[in-house]
């Protein structure tokens, strides 16, 4: 009976450590994604954040992997922007322009619509008239897709060039 009675107090009291480590380990865990997931929303802007944890949930590789892979989307929209409109403000201008436009959509969708405001910058030259236009596009287009959006961007724009006037 008494080495009944050692073999339960023994496995009560292995039991209550591996308890105790484990809610240890499982306070860390949290101390720990708490602290990274601070120091990626200090590292990524707003519109990749927000996209990333709404998709992939606080933690996880999938997460990180989104933020990075929309960072290099961004610096490459940058590049794109930059080298056409010559400056990085007027980028800068565009780029956020489009995140008003699609601020949860993720930067795939923000690449989509600086493509196209930079297609409507080729044709006109003229921010007020291609804002106009694509506003019009985006409202009546949107619910149909990104492609929708900029056939009647480069349609809007090139009825602007050859008769003056916005197309109705």
């Known amino acids: 009976m008494p080495v009944l009675k050692f073999a339960v107090t023994f496995f009560v009291l292995m039991l209550s450590i591996a308890l105790y480590a484990a809610k240890k380990d499982e306070q860390a865990s949290y101390k720990h ?16 954040f927000h996209f990333c944890v709404d998709k992939y949930g606080t933690t996880g590789h999938k997460m990180r992997s989104c933020m990075i892979r929309n960072d290099k989307i961004k610096k490459n929209i940058f590049a794109d922007a930059r080298d056409q409109l010559g400056m990085q403000s007027l980028a800068q201008n565009i780029y956020d322009d489009c995140v008003d436009y699609y601020p949860l959509n993720g930067v795939a969708r923000i690449r989509k619509c600086v493509r196209t405001r930079l297609v409507l910058d080729d044709k ?13 596009c985006d409202f009546k287009w949107r619910k149909h897709s990104s492609g929708a959006i900029d056939t009647c961007s480069r349609a809007g724009a090139n009825h602007y060039r050859d008769k003056g006037q916005l197309k109705d």
């Open 33 to 48: 994604d708490y602290y990274l997931l601070r120091h990626y929303k200090l590292i990524y802007t707003k519109e990749i």
């Open 124 to 136: 006109l030259k003229d921010i007020t008239i291609e804002e106009i236009i694509y506003q019009k």
